[in-house]
């Protein structure tokens, strides 16, 4: 499985980015797939995920209210749209395919990840 992300970007505080990511392979489209992100000298950290049928999503505390992920099945496609951001989102954005059709919030969750998109919001 081959995931490209794209849409990070630089954009001022409160303004909005839409990451995609997608899939070469039909696979995913019967898996989870989730969203990471990673600042300088931190730990890879969880951000959202969708399951299988799009159906139950999850959030970690700090994208709750601001950012909505989604799923199109015919483009084998995964998108986040950010909202209202902040510069502690700056940060480079992963999307992953989960181990199963289930959401999770572990990076032992996933087993195929991008490359990341840098979004950089400034102040």
């Known amino acids: 499985v081959q995931l490209q992300a794209s849409g990070g970007g630089l954009v001022q505080a409160g303004g909005s980015l839409r990451l995609s990511c997608s899939s070469s392979r039909r696979t995913s489209s019967n898996n989870g797939m989730g969203w990471f992100r990673q600042a300088p000298g931190k730990e890879r950290e969880f951000v959202a995920a969708i399951s299988w049928n799009g159906i139950i999503t999850d959030y970690a505390d700090s994208a709750k209210g601001r950012f909505t992920i989604s799923r199109e099945y015919a483009k084998h496609t995964v998108s986040l749209q950010m909202n209202n951001l902040k510069p502690e989102d700056t940060a480079v954005y992963y999307c992953?395919?989960?181990?199963?059709?289930?959401?999770?919030?572990?990076?032992?969750?996933?087993?195929?990840w991008g490359h990341g998109t840098q979004v950089t919001v400034s102040s």
């Open positions: 992953a395919v989960a181990r199963s059709s289930l959401v999770g919030r572990s990076l032992r969750d996933y087993n195929y």
